[in-house]
């Protein structure tokens, strides 16, 4: 499997859910892989199970089958408190909605998932500075996310899911809710920082023109993945 150095693998994965009296097949012996310092666009029309894939894939749910490889470790059935640490260590999200913490400002939404595994408050000052350098955003640090653009808000998400130092950024519709230009900015510069840090990276979108802009395009289609 490291042939090709592949940094996440899905195999065969099945994932159906229940609704009402019937069965609702979502994903049906899917198979996907990413390759280190490679951007994958994931396409396919609302409903299709885009977000179930990369939940999957970021080992926040447990498929009903299939195995889950990150970095080579067979990760299909471990227990929750290694998924975790796994996923903390590995992966960062990006999400639709930026999820930032309404409370803090933009430093300290960067700082604290560096404080909960365990990084000095130093250290993860030092990461979250940098990063925000990185992100246009230093004169927005002391700003609490009620204060800060659409555009800005997605920015720090992006700053937060860098903030560990994953080796893959999940993105569900992370341009979703901005205006074409702000979601064509925001995009341009996920793609840019993660191939400037030679990250991996899925990005779930409608958009085909920003999908253009990836290492390869696929598509969700009746539970299976396939080339678009």
């Not at 229940?18 to 396919?44: M, Y």
């Not at 889950?68 to 999400?95: A, E």
């Amino acid at each position: 499997m490291n042939n090709d150095n592949r940094i996440l693998e899905m195999k065969n994965i099945s994932q159906n859910f229940k609704q009402g009296g019937s069965n609702i097949c979502i994903l049906s012996e899917a198979n996907f892989f990413l390759r280190s310092a490679e951007t994958v666009a994931l396409v396919g029309p609302s409903g299709a199970g885009k977000t179930t894939f990369l939940q999957i894939g970021g080992l926040l749910e447990q498929p009903d089958s299939g195995e889950i490889f990150i970095s080579g470790k067979n990760c299909s059935r471990i227990p929750d408190n290694q998924r975790t640490s796994i996923r903390s260590k590995y992966i960062g999200f990006v999400y639709q909605y930026h999820h930032l913490l309404h409370e803090f400002t933009a430093l300290e939404n960067i700082i604290l998932p560096q404080l909960i595994l365990g990084k000095s408050k130093v250290e993860a000052k030092d990461r979250a500075l940098s990063l925000l350098k990185r992100l246009g955003m230093t004169n927005r640090i002391d700003h609490k996310p009620g204060k800060l653009s659409g555009g800005e808000q997605q920015r720090v998400a992006i700053g937060r899911a860098l903030s560990n130092n994953p080796k893959v950024i999940l993105a569900d519709e992370p341009t979703g809710n901005l205006d074409y230009s702000t979601a064509t900015e925001v995009f341009d510069f996920l793609i840019e920082t993660v191939k400037e840090t030679g990250l991996s990276t899925v990005v779930a979108t409608h958009n085909m023109d920003l999908a253009g802009k990836m290492d390869r395009v696929i598509t969700i289609d009746n539970g299976l993945i396939v080339p678009a």
